[in-house]
């Protein structure tokens, strides 16, 4: 079983800062790519940023040069720093993680969704 949990989502005013952080735990071997979603209210879900084991990143063109994607390998943990943010950034945001498990198969895993507000 591999669990991908979520943190640090809240409710800020425009111009603020917020941190999400998403810990995957299980029978791990390996993980590849790391990522975050979101997806505001009636609308499809999007790719925010993305970061692979190596630490290549890339962002969606709302959130370059505000959002700040990082991971620690060793504490299997990708993390979303989030300034200057705006109400449009106001949605329920998503961990991913590419993993390949204990018995060498792989296999996408989201987390829960954790809810940003962002209020003007």
């Known amino acids: 079983q591999v669990q991908l949990v979520e943190s640090g989502g809240g409710l800020v005013q425009t111009g603020g800062s917020l941190r999400l952080s998403c810990a995957a735990s299980g029978n791990i071997f390996r993980i590849n790519n790391m990522g975050w979603f979101r997806q505001a209210p009636g609308k499809q879900r999007d790719l925010v940023a993305v970061?692979?084991?190596?630490?290549?990143?890339n962002y969606a063109d709302p959130v370059k040069g505000r959002f700040t994607i990082s991971r620690d390998n060793a504490k299997k943990t990708v993390y979303l720093q989030m300034d200057s943010l705006k109400p449009e950034d106001t949605a329920v945001y998503y961990c991913?993680?590419?993993?390949?498990?204990?018995?060498?198969?792989?296999?996408?895993?989201w987390g829960q969704g954790t809810q940003v507000t962002v209020s003007s």
């Open positions: 991913y993680a590419n993993i390949l498990t204990t018995a060498l198969r792989p296999y996408t895993y």
């Open positions: 970061i692979t084991e190596g630490g290549s990143t």
